[in-house]
């Protein structure tokens, strides 16, 4: 497993924008996918958006037209760009990747508990 270590959270109004990264521990390992979940309070935790390291990009239906996911594979980090939020994106978001086949197809599908490693979360607060 890789740690993972999220950054760019914050608070930020209604209508702005924000950008999220994360970079796992270990740049040489191969990692399948990479993916940002989020949870609200109260609320399970969801997927946001993933990639794999091919660029196939899978997104949540809230996310579509206003994230981008994008990610460097030779330095293993993923990256997420929000746009237009809304209160409703308010939540602690968290990275995850997927090293093996399995792990990466769960990562993408938003089975986030059968991904290889989480990050510690990183909390985004959209103020109405």
């Known amino acids: 497993q890789v740690q993972l270590v999220e950054s760019g959270g914050g608070l930020v109004q209604a209508g702005g924008s924000l950008a999220l990264s994360c970079a796992a521990s270990d740049s040489s390992v191969s990692i399948t996918a990479m993916g940002w979940y989020r949870q609200a309070p109260g609320k399970q935790r969801e997927l946001v958006a993933a990639?794999?390291?091919?660029?196939?990009?899978n997104y949540a239906d809230f996310a579509k037209g206003r994230f981008t996911i994008s990610r460097d594979n030779a330095k293993n980090t993923v990256s997420l760009q929000m746009t237009s939020l809304k209160p409703e994106d308010t939540a602690v978001y968290y990275c995850?990747?997927?090293?093996?086949?399995?792990?990466?197809?769960?990562?993408?599908?938003?089975?986030?508990?059968?991904?290889?490693?989480w990050g510690q979360g990183t909390q985004v607060t959209v103020s109405s």
């Open positions: 990639m794999t390291r091919g660029g196939g990009r």
């Open positions: 995850a990747v997927g090293m093996s086949t399995a792990q990466a197809t769960a990562v993408m599908l938003g089975r986030g508990a059968e991904s290889g490693s």
